[in-house]
């Protein structure tokens, strides 16, 4: 792949950062605010691709990629397959439990100052999901990106 | 001990889900560490999947199976349909005799195509995702039959979908596969459209989406509303397409003929599940009250009845044409699928009649016998033609020849297969046919003899495959011999199932497709445990049948030793004689291609096959149009033939 211009290169080395924070804060609040694993991977694989588009980078690690794309799908599965410990399976094992890990409590209705006011670190496995769902997202559409610009590439260069 | 078997049982729905998924996401893992662990490691994942679902189903089995037992995820057992509002909020799975009757059908054909695999597919790269996808197929199917949630049948409907069309992409330096894969998926993706849609109906009109309370909710009504049948209509001609009946048939051979061969057995599996979504819609959905909505499942049985017959019919007679192999046994899939609509259809069109007991039952029982004799033979036919293009490397009829005498035990697998599904006694196919021949025969005379005609077309069909690929002198270009072991066994696990079934087709449908009948109706038949099978006006004993041709066989061979051994003829008597017509041409024998076997057939028959081969087209504007078309059509019928009466 060929680098793209200068303009091109600027912008996304100044994109990059805000809408990869912007994508994380999606991801992370999916159990909060709409959206979700989904829509924040899709923020974060866009502006990879971005990347990868604008430098010409041949660099990018095919099988690392599919690696984390079968970690992230395993983590999914295994959060399920966890709730198995506590007699069901997808059960929320971890909401309201003592492990540290996204197990704060939501509190009482009274608490409430805004419908989407909550801890961010609650929701147990859903909030798990979320970044499973995440980066699976980000390395498959960031693959599919680049296997699509790679093959419109090779196809100029057979002309 | 039996604590810890009972958890078990109880979480075993989930379980066999759950675990091919695991498998499924780890294999590009474990595939680093080499080709066999791979293996190994796929085939494990189907296997540990398929032992829970025995276990369920012996367990479900023992207790009748009209119980439907729910598995609500994420929940204790307190509170297992947690209310919110009046919605539930999680999702349950329901298993009854009919979901692990379908299980167990699903297993088995996924079994034997994963070791199947290991050979035929040894030589491509790009396996880890192969196996991948494979396991998502397994899964996706298993899915769709132990849901009791329609969004959640949606999402195994589409995973199933899609992964199927990127496996039927795999053979990726041929064209046509991909074309084949795309049709596929785009069809199947707009059929989840339209899916999507009805389940968007219900939901908006009752607020579920559990199959449970969704049911209750449209039997609850005073008379059933304009939604309910809009969604109806829509649901069953999705799950039709799927399932590939007539006239939604077309990217169902583009895809069967060019994804690999275990693909293709896992892609009748799949179709089987769509028919059970079929019945699961009729029975299930719209079946909880039948006061309400009888006059319309009354109306689906004769249209699925309409539609079982267009597809043995269009099916049968497009096999007879064909000289791809595969596209052949694909037409020949569609066929068959007819068979199970029939017999479900008049099972359906006379629900809460008098006329239930007297054939219905005996047609639904043929009907859903047939899922699984179809799943088993189906599947072991697509091997074998996987195993004559892994010989010969080309899918032409016409470029084939003397496999015979170099792939016995190919050979023997094709036979035990065609005779199958052409209803050659003894096999299991006859038994299940038998079933519906006689109920539909009562029904409808009309209908029952075409349902014996396709059944002779299917044989002509099958002798026609027979005579191209393995009769014929030893060719030198197919050297090589039998195929591995690893495919044989594949086959083998099919062949094996098919004979115990054409032995005691009456215990199989005592313990297995009873209590299946039973969950979908919800009335409970008399069963009677014998080796004899009864059809309502017949009965059938696959043992009586082999004893008699033995006896018959021991006559004959006396006959043949008392005769006179110096009459054999020598030099020009042993020749054929073709009715006078020259047997060799300079010196090399007359060999009719398999185009030309039913030449005289096809002519005759032409004013039938122009337009109907016109009509298959290869277009995919004309593929949408048949299936929108249909679905208009279905929807006008239940919405305004009440009206109109």
């Keep these: 792949m060929e680098r793209m211009s200068s303009v091109v290169r600027t912008i996304t080395k100044v994109a990059f950062g805000p809408i990869f924070i912007f994508g994380a804060y999606i991801i992370l609040h999916g159990h909060l605010t709409p959206g979700g694993g989904f829509q924040g991977g899709a923020l974060i694989a866009s502006v990879m691709a971005l990347y990868f588009v604008a430098f010409g980078d041949e660099r990018w690690k095919k099988k690392l990629m599919s690696t984390l794309e079968s970690i992230g799908l395993l983590t999914f599965a295994s959060a399920g397959f966890l709730g198995l410990t506590a007699g069901f399976f997808f059960f929320n094992f971890l909401a309201g439990s003592k492990i540290p890990f996204f197990n704060e409590q939501i509190p009482s209705m009274e608490g409430f100052v805004h419908p989407n006011w909550a801890p961010l670190f609650s929701a147990g496995t859903v909030s798990v999901m979320n970044i499973a769902v995440g980066l699976e997202v980000v390395v498959g559409i960031t693959l599919v990106v680049v296997a699509m610009g790679l093959f419109s590439f090779a196809g100029k260069e057979g002309e | ?354 006329q239930f007991a007297e054939y219905g039952r005996t047609a639904m029982t043929g009907g859903i016998f047939h899922i699984f004799n179809h799943a088993l033979y189906k599947g072991l036919l697509f091997l074998t033609a996987g195993a004559i293009i892994y010989r010969t490397g080309t899918k032409d009829l016409n470029k084939m020849g003397g496999l015979g005498r170099d792939m016995k035990l190919t050979a023997l697998f094709f036979i035990i297969g065609a005779l199958a599904i052409a209803g050659i006694p003894p096999m299991n196919g006859f038994a299940s046919k038998l079933l519906i021949y006689e109920s539909v025969f009562k029904f409808n005379p009309i209908v029952g003899a075409i349902a014996m005609l396709v059944s002779l077309l299917t044989l002509a069909s099958f002798v026609k495959v027979f005579y191209a690929v393995f009769m014929g002198p030893r060719r030198s270009e197919f050297k090589g011999g039998e195929v591995p072991a690893s495919m044989l066994t594949g086959m083998a696990i099919l062949g094996g199932v098919i004979l115990v079934f054409s032995v005691f087709p009456s215990l199989v449908v005592t313990s297995l497709v009873d209590p299946a009948v039973n969950a979908l109706t919800y009335i409970e038949g008399e069963t009677t445990r014998s080796l004899t099978l009864f059809t309502g006006s017949g009965s059938w004993n696959t043992l009586v049948f082999l004893g008699a041709v033995m006896v018959a066989g021991i006559i004959g061979l006396l006959l043949f030793m008392m005769g006179n051994k110096g009459t054999v003829p020598k030099g020009e008597g042993r020749k054929p004689y073709l009715f006078g017509n020259p047997t060799e041409i300079e010196g090399r024998p007359i060999v009719v291609p398999a185009s030309n076997v039913y030449w005289g057939f096809t002519t005759a028959l032409s004013k039938y096959y122009k337009p109907t081969e016109k009509a298959h087209s290869a277009l995919f504007n004309d593929y949408m149009f048949w299936f929108v078309a249909t679905a208009a059509l279905l929807i006008s019928i239940f919405a305004f033939l009440e009206v109109l009466t």
């Design chain 2, 1 to 354: 001990m039996m604590d810890a078997y009972d958890t078990f049982i109880n979480n075993a729905p989930a379980l066999a889900v759950a675990i091919p998924l695991i498998f499924a996401f780890s294999t590009p893992l474990v595939s680093k560490l080499g080709d066999r662990v791979r293996n190994i490691f796929a085939l494990l994942g189907v296997l540990i999947p398929s032992l829970i679902i025995f276990l369920l189903a012996f367990d479900v089995l023992s207790s009748g199976g009209m119980e439907t037992r729910y598995y609500v995820f994420g929940s204790d057992s307190s509170t297992r349909f947690p209310l919110v509002g009046g919605h539930i909020l999680r999702i349950a799975f329901a298993v009854d005799g009919m979901s692990v009757f379908m299980g167990l059908l699903i297993s088995v054909v996924a079994l034997s195509a994963v070791i199947y695999s290991m050979a035929y597919i040894r030589r491509y790269s790009g396996l880890d995702k192969y196996y991948s996808l494979l396991l998502l197929v397994f899964t996706a199917n298993l899915g769709m039959v132990l849901t009791g949630d329609i969004f959640n049948l949606f999402v195994w409907f589409e995973i199933s979908s899609v992964s199927l069309s990127a496996l039927t992409a795999f053979k990726a330096n041929r064209g046509e596969s991909f074309e084949g894969a795309a049709k596929y998926l785009i069809y199947a993706s707009v059929a989840g459209l339209f899916f999507l849609i009805a389940i968007g109906l219900l939901y908006g009109q009752y607020g579920h989406l559990n199959i449970k309370f969704l049911s209750s909710a449209i039997g609850g009504n005073e008379e059933m509303m304009m939604v309910d049948k809009i969604a109806l209509g829509l649901l069953v001609t999705v799950f039709a397409l799927k399932a590939g009946s007539v006239p939604m048939h077309m990217a169902t051979p583009d895809a069967y003929g060019e994804a690999p061969a275990p693909i293709t057995a896992m892609f009748v599996t799949a179709s089987q599940a769509s028919l059970y979504a079929i019945f699961r819609t009729g029975f299930t959905l719209y079946g909880s009250n039948l006061t309400v909505t009888g006059e319309t499942l009354h109306i689906l049985g004769y249209i699925l009845v309409a539609l079982g017959i267009l597809s043995m019919f269009v099916g049968v007679t497009m096999a007879l044409v064909q000289k791809d192999i595969k596209r052949l046994m694909a037409y020949h899939a569609i066929s068959q699928t007819g068979y199970m609509l029939l017999g479900v259809g008049v099972g359906l069109a006379v629900l809460d009649t008098a």
